[in-house]
């Protein structure tokens, strides 16, 4: 049997903790997201890196988000609250996001290092940024400013 993930590991402990506690609706959320984790790991055919878990995550939560807003807009509360919980729960196993102050700092940082001028040169910011942001950024708000620092 592969290795498992740290996160994709811890998710399913709580899950069996679930399980026992008999608490069906966090042990059936739960049973998704490593049902997802897994889908990766074998997709992917390698031992997965916790960027990989943590990209899984937030394409999940991601989806919750949107599902929120769908079933809202179809008067589906119930659903939509089901999302939300679903939603909730995917964050607290994902990293704390950087704040605007960090992400300023780092795309400084990237600027320099890259040796970045223009707008052409993005490619190469965004590529020593990915890493160091991996799960903890916005990749929308994150090219944001860096193009804006470089005056595109």
Known sequence: MRELGAIEERIRDDSIAALKAGDKRLREALSQFVA?????RIDKRAEP????????LKRERKRRAEAIELYEEAGRKDLAEQERYEEALLKSYMPEELSDVELEGLVGEAIAATDAVTPRDMGKVMGWLKPRTAGRADGKKLSGMVRDRLGG
């Not at 997802?36 to 990766?40: D, H, I, Q, T, V």
């Open 49 to 56: 890196t916790e960027a990989d878990e943590l990209a899984v």
């Open 36 to 40: 997802a984790l897994k889908k990766e």
